[in-house]
């Protein structure tokens, strides 16, 4: 099996353990905030990186990259672990999980348009053109959705705007940190090494998003619904899956798959996985446009993922 077919698996592995952690999360959204949701999911996550590198023997530090490649990935990690991160979470109390997970299957148009700036050779053949613009269907059909019973419009589209604007952040965070990927991988795969990536890219997401939460004027009040073990264990168990499993898996199919915007697309299968488990668990609708959707978003990953 090639480097490509492994990032595949990789992406969709990572999707999958990304809506778990997703249909965990939204319940906690509507009693702790995602100030203080985010910088615990960091700390948990980067704490069992730290622990499993420990018990695996992997190097607590590489001292490989250039100065400016650490500062690469602590800008991606800036953006995407603490900025998109917060926004996403708060986005996901707005609008509900299915409808943020619909939304994120634009993330590949800003993915492709971030690795046409940034990254050489990012052209995309017919077949995965073709599959791109099924993707994005999905978000095309969802705001044309009539919902006004369910949700307010203004409210709606507030939310939508949040979700975009985690998108760019964390899209630009991961097309920026592939070039770091491009040239640790240039001479073979190595997982470890880009496991340690994925941890130390961690770090400035559970230091910020503390400074952040420490300069909330009412803290206190915050911690409270923490306290309590039906808001507390989801948190744990998600921070687990979350920036611990989905993020490694996240990184490696990033790692391993040429093209971002290809993986990207592979990524985009988590709404599937998103819709059906919110409609399960946490009662969400499903209707037959978001049906629609998650069938436009599974046929673009196989057209884009199969014509590599």
């Not at 992406?11 to 906690?28: D, E, G, H, R, Y």
């Not at 530090?61 to 650490?70: I, R």
């Not at 990254?119 to 059909?141: D, K, R, Y």
Request: glycine residues 6%; charged residues 10%; proline residues 3%.
């Amino acid at each position: 099996m090639t480097e490509h077919y492994y990032g595949i698996l990789f992406a969709i592995s990572a999707s999958i353990l990304w809506s778990i952690t997703v249909t965990l999360i939204k319940p906690i959204s509507n009693n702790v905030s995602p100030f203080l949701i985010n910088p615990i999911k960091n700390t948990i996550g980067l704490l069992l990186f730290f622990i499993s590198f420990i018990i695996f023997d992997i190097s607590l530090w590489y001292d490989g990259l250039a100065k400016e490649q650490y500062m690469i990935v602590l800008f991606s990690g800036a953006l995407g672990m603490f900025l998109g991160d917060t926004i996403f979470i708060y986005a996901l109390n707005k609008i509900g999980a299915n409808r943020v997970a619909i939304v994120d299957a634009f993330s590949p148009i800003i993915i492709f348009s971030y690795s046409f700036l940034l990254l050489p050779n990012q052209a995309l053949n017919e077949m995965q053109i073709i599959g791109f613009i099924i993707t994005i269907l999905g978000l095309l059909i969802l705001t044309y959705e009539n919902d006004y019973k369910d949700i307010n419009y203004k409210v709606k589209r507030f939310g939508i705007l949040l979700v975009l604007s985690a998108m760019m952040c964390t899209g630009f965070g991961i097309v920026y940190l592939k070039k770091v990927l491009n040239v640790i991988n240039e001479t073979g795969y190595d997982i470890q090494l880009n496991l340690w990536i994925t941890a130390f890219r961690l770090i400035p997401g559970v230091i910020l998003s503390w400074l952040l939460f420490i300069f909330q004027k009412n803290k206190i009040q915050l911690i409270k619904p923490i306290k309590n073990k039906t808001n507390f264990i989801p948190l744990l168990i998600a921070s687990i899956i979350g920036p611990f499993l989905a993020l490694g898996f996240w990184i490696l199919g990033y790692a391993f798959i040429a093209k971002p915007s290809v993986a990207s697309i592979i990524s985009q299968t988590s709404v599937i996985f998103i819709v059906l488990l919110s409609w399960f668990f946490l009662k969400e609708k499903i209707t037959f446009l978001r049906i629609l959707s998650m069938i436009c978003v599974f046929l673009g990953v196989i057209l884009t993922a199969l014509n590599n």
